[in-house]
């Protein structure tokens, strides 16, 4: 019985200390400066990937990069193993010109790893919409730096 007290004592101490950190929205939240840096990123992210810059684009990920797309995990262990026309070629044949986000929201963060609610749109040349895709972005600060470590879309 003794112990039992002890145990919920405890318990119970430990859940009064874990609610006083604890933050109601169940996010942690990150500093302006860290949310701006993440932006920043997811800006460079899209803007080389229109220009078509393989390079560019590849320079926002962390490696190895994963991609969960149309049912399948896509692991690219480093950068360069892709083809710029194997990449963008598909895209281009079915009308994309560019794309532009709809929303980028950081719906849960810590220090190094936010999750990011993004919704984008692709376009062609004429400004007609292609299509529009939901995704969560998962960004990781590695050695001070933060990049795309994940990809979870519902595009093709």
């Known amino acids: 019985m003794m112990i039992r007290k002890i145990y919920l004592t405890l318990a119970l101490s430990a859940i009064t200390v874990l609610n006083?950190?604890?933050?109601?929205?169940?996010?942690?939240?990150?500093?302006?400066a860290e949310?701006?840096?993440?932006n920043?990123?997811?800006d460079a992210y899209l803007r080389t990937f229109n220009a078509k810059d393989l390079k560019g684009?590849?320079?926002?990920?962390?490696?190895?990069?994963?991609?969960l797309a149309s049912g399948k995990m896509s692991v690219l262990e480093k950068a360069g193993l892709?083809?710029?026309?194997?990449?963008?070629g598909p895209l281009i044949k079915a009308g994309w010109d560019y794309s532009k986000w709809d929303?980028?929201?950081?719906?849960?963060?810590?220090e190094n790893k936010v999750h990011v609610d993004t919704k984008f749109t692709r376009f062609r040349?004429?400004?007609?919409i292609v299509a529009s895709y939901e995704s969560l972005y998962v960004l990781t600060k590695e050695d001070g730096k933060w990049a795309v470590k994940l990809?979870?879309?519902f595009a093709e």
């Not at 929303?103 to 810590?110: D, E, G, M, P, T």
């Not at 040349?125 to 007609?128: L, N, R």
């Open 20 to 32: 006083t950190f604890a933050q109601s929205d169940g996010t942690h939240k990150l500093a302006a």
């Open 35 to 38: 949310v701006t840096k993440v």
């Open 40 to 42: 920043e990123v997811l």
């Open 57 to 67: 684009w590849e320079g926002t990920y962390h490696f190895p990069h994963y991609r």
């Open 82 to 88: 892709r083809d710029s026309a194997n990449v963008f």
């Open 103 to 110: 929303h980028r929201n950081i719906v849960q963060a810590s």
């Open 125 to 128: 040349k004429d400004g007609s």
């Open 151 to 153: 990809r979870s879309s």
